[in-house]
């Protein structure tokens, strides 16, 4: 080899070698960016509540999202059909809504016993966030990064409820703010991807069934206590077509789509099959059908020992499903029961 080419060859290896150099720190860069962001930005549990308006407020609409990022919960709502100006924004003790006026949320969510304050306040309510402001046309927005309220845990929001006020949160006002009536609330369901949200224990729940999207005389109430082992289900459900309904839990507290299908599948966190309340193998959902009369009213009480309100198995947070049709016990995955005709989120009860 003469030395010219020789030279022309190292060159172009010296050439390849700081290309390859390059390319790996790049690389190396981009993972060090992507492990950043993974430690710092991803999100690690997601919950929602859909709002409807109390009893004289039904054009009072609204969705809030909860995610939980490193060292804060994100909370982002969207609301409309309010009155222009500022609205108490709060977090209330109980997932109930079953009263017209939203009186049955209880009082803001306030696990320490604290003092009524602003988001940013050194002493506040857990459930104090402030205020969500509306424009002309009644529309409201807000976001805001929260560095008290939980997704998990002992103080966790999962299966409380959202109550917005006819007026504004003071800030000051003891106990809540002054601000007035209860227009709209909503129970705090357990969003889809959400592997590490849940619910802290209680040995009541309710739900409350509304019909899905051309099921609106679909309405019931659902009551769960925790009785030792095992769980009373009492309630009644109106709007039916007579005959027998598939009854499940679902895995998702999200009645934001008007077919029930945000709900997910059964709730069922060992993967089993599906089967009747009595089977051996069983999705923990799984709590067979409920039978209407002729005039289209269940009324039912029995108990269950697999699904609870508190740990693995709580139910709290997630969501019932009433379905058209009779669950079969047997089709899999979920019964061959049909559309869902009604749904409701598992909220936390007074006890």
Excluded at 147 to 162: D, H, P, T, W, Y
Excluded at 230 to 258: A, R, W, Y
Excluded at 291 to 313: C, R, Y
Aim: hydrophobic share 35%.
């Amino acid at each position: 080899m003469n030395r010219k080419n020789f030279w022309k060859i190292s060159s172009l290896l010296t050439l390849f070698s700081l290309l390859f150099v390059s390319l790996a720190c790049d690389r190396q860069s981009s993972e060090n960016s992507d492990k950043s962001l993974k430690s710092e930005d991803t999100k690690k549990g997601i919950a929602i509540c859909v709002l409807r308006g109390t009893a004289g407020n039904e054009k009072v609409t609204g969705v809030v999202h909860f995610t939980q990022m490193k060292g804060y919960v994100l909370v982002e709502a969207k609301m409309e059909g309010l009155s222009e100006g500022k609205h108490g924004f709060h977090i209330h003790e109980f997932g109930d809504c079953n009263c017209a006026d939203g009186k049955c949320t209880g009082g803001h969510f306030n696990p320490a016993g604290t003092k009524h304050g602003a988001p940013d306040s050194e002493e506040r309510h857990a459930g104090d966030l402030g205020n969500i402001v509306a424009d002309a046309n009644g529309k409201a927005s807000l976001s805001w990064k929260d560095k008290v309220i939980q997704l998990s845990g002992e103080n966790s929001i999962i299966g409380r409820a959202i109550v917005v006020h006819a007026g504004e949160d003071d800030l000051t006002s003891q106990p809540t703010g002054a601000a007035g009536a209860r227009v709209a609330t909503g129970v705090i369901g357990i969003g889809k991807e959400n592997k590490s949200a849940a619910a802290s224990s209680s040995k009541i729940a309710t739900c409350v069934i509304k019909g899905t999207a051309g099921n609106e005389k679909v309405n019931g109430t659902i009551t769960f206590t925790q009785d030792g082992d095992k769980v009373k289900i009492q309630g009644s459900v109106m709007g039916l077509t007579p005959g027998k309904h598939g009854f499940h839990v679902h895995e998702f507290g999200d009645c934001n789509c008007g077919d029930g299908k945000c709900t997910g599948g059964h709730f069922n966190p060992a993967g089993t099959k599906h089967g009747s309340p009595s089977s051996e193998e069983r999705h923990v959902g799984d709590l067979g059908n409920i039978e209407a009369d002729a005039e289209g009213k269940a009324t039912f009480e029995f108990t269950d020992s697999v699904i609870k309100l508190s740990g693995n198995h709580s139910i709290i947070g997630r969501a019932i499903i009433i379905h058209a049709g009779e669950d079969d016990l047997t089709s899999q995955p979920t019964g061959a029961a049909g559309a869902r005709v009604g749904v409701g989120v598992i909220g936390i009860g007074k006890s």
